[in-house]
């Protein structure tokens, strides 16, 4: 892997190296996902963000991350709550 494939908006390629993993599962691709978001600078909109690299990895359509990345580019990622009982 050349310095020039990695992407500014991952510079940690934590995204890059998620699409050439075969048979990634979306669980990982979340776990990997989360991690890259949290790793952006303050100052960074996550959606411009995502939406870079969604154009930059655009020829993997049917990879789990691809979803992930359209869901953080529109905005659309809708926060999961947790199943199990209420802290009191």
């Given at each position: 892997?050349s310095?020039?494939?990695?992407?500014?908006?991952?510079?940690?390629?934590?995204?890059?190296?998620?699409?050439?993993?075969?048979?990634i599962?979306?669980?990982?691709?979340?776990?990997?996902?989360?991690?890259?978001?949290?790793?952006?600078?303050v100052?960074?909109?996550?959606?411009?963000?995502?939406?870079?690299l969604?154009?930059?990895?655009?020829?993997?359509?049917?990879?789990?991350?691809?979803?992930l990345?359209?869901?953080?580019?529109?905005?659309?990622?809708?926060?999961?709550?947790?199943?199990?009982?209420?802290?009191?």
């Amino acid at each position: 892997m050349s310095k020039s494939s990695i992407h500014p908006a991952d510079p940690r390629d934590l995204i890059g190296d998620a699409f050439r993993i075969e048979g990634i599962s979306t669980e990982d691709c979340r776990s990997i996902f989360f991690d890259w978001a949290l790793g952006l600078d303050v100052a960074e909109n996550p959606s411009l963000a995502a939406r870079a690299l969604l154009a930059h990895h655009a020829p993997a359509p049917e990879h789990p991350m691809t979803v992930l990345l359209k869901e953080a580019a529109e905005g659309t990622a809708r926060p999961r709550r947790r199943r199990g009982r209420r802290p009191s």
